[in-house]
C-alpha cells in the first residue's frame, strides 16, 4: 500500500545506492517507486509520469551513448566525428531528462510542501545545461545530495491543501478555568428595584366602604364615594 513512509524510506536508500557504482541503477528504481507511492497518496498522477518520462529518456540516452561509442571504435577514421556525436547526444538527452525530472520534483514540493525536492530538480537542469563545460557534473553530485535530503525530510502525513488567498486562524482554546468544577459560574441576574415604602399617613381609607386609598383622592377607588 502506498504511503509516504514508504516513499521516504525507498526514495532515502534509493539516493543514497546512486553514489555507489553497479548498483546505482537500483537505486533509481526505489525512487522510481518511491515517487509513485508520493503520487499516488497526493492524488497527483504528473509527479510519476514526469518521473517515468525521464528514466525513459535517460535509459534512451544511454543506449545511443554506448551505440555511438563502439560505432566510433569501429570506424577508426571517423573516431573524432563519433566523439563529438556521443558527447552532443549525452548532452541533448540528459537536458531533456533533467526537465522531466524537474517537473516531477516541482510538483512534489508543493504537494509535500518540501522544498529540498524542488531544489533537487532545480540543481539536475543546471548540471545538465553545463556539463558541456564539466562544471555540471559538480552541480549534478550536489543535486544527488539534495535529492537523499528531500526523501529523507518527507512528513508521514501530507500537509493539508493550502487555497490561494486563505488563511487559517489560529484554533481558539476555553480558558481552563471556566471549566473547573469546583468554580461553578451562575449567571448574574441584575438586582430589582426597591419598593418605595409609604408612611401610614399618607393613605386614608373610605367612609363608606374602608377601602384604603391615596390621601390626595376625592373619590373611593372601589365605590366611587366622596370623600
Not at 78 to 83: D, I, K, R, T
Not at 117 to 132: K, P, W
Not at 133 to 145: S, Y
Not at 216 to 223: P, S, V
Amino acid at each position: 500500500m502506498a504511503s509516504l513512509s514508504n516513499a521516504k524510506t525507498l526514495g532515502g536508500i534509493g539516493g543514497i545506492l546512486v553514489f555507489i557504482p553497479g548498483v546505482s541503477l537500483v537505486g533509481w528504481i526505489l525512487i522510481l517507486i518511491a515517487l509513485k507511492d508520493i503520487s499516488d497518496v497526493v492524488q497527483d498522477k504528473s509527479i510519476f509520469d514526469n518521473a517515468l518520462l525521464a528514466g525513459i529518456t535517460a535509459i534512451i540516452g544511454s543506449v545511443v551513448l554506448f551505440v555511438l561509442f563502439f560505432f566510433s571504435l569501429a570506424a577508426f577514421r571517423f573516431l573524432s566525428l563519433g566523439f563529438f556525436g556521443v558527447l552532443a547526444a549525452f548532452w541533448v538527452l540528459s537536458i531533456i531528462s533533467a526537465i522531466f525530472l524537474k517537473n516531477s520534483y516541482d510538483r512534489a514540493a508543493q504537494k509535500l510542501n518540501n522544498s529540498s525536492f524542488g531544489t533537487a530538480g532545480l540543481l539536475y537542469l543546471v548540471g545538465a545545461l553545463t556539463t558541456i563545460v564539466l562544471v555540471g557534473f559538480l552541480i549534478l553530485f550536489i543535486a544527488l545530495i539534495f535529492q537523499i535530503v528531500a526523501y529523507f525530510s518527507i512528513q508521514d502525513q501530507p500537509p493539508p491543501p493550502a487555497y490561494p488567498g486563505f488563511q487559517a486562524s489560529p484554533p481558539t482554546y476555553p480558558n481552563p478555568q471556566s471549566l473547573s468544577p469546583s468554580t461553578p459560574q451562575t449567571p448574574q441576574l441584575p438586582a430589582p428595584a426597591p419598593t418605595p415604602v409609604q408612611s401610614s399617613s399618607e393613605f386614608k381609607f373610605c367612609h363608606k366602604c374602608g377601602t384604603r386609598m391615596p390621601m390626595t383622592a376625592d373619590y373611593c377607588t372601589n365605590c366611587g364615594a366622596k370623600q
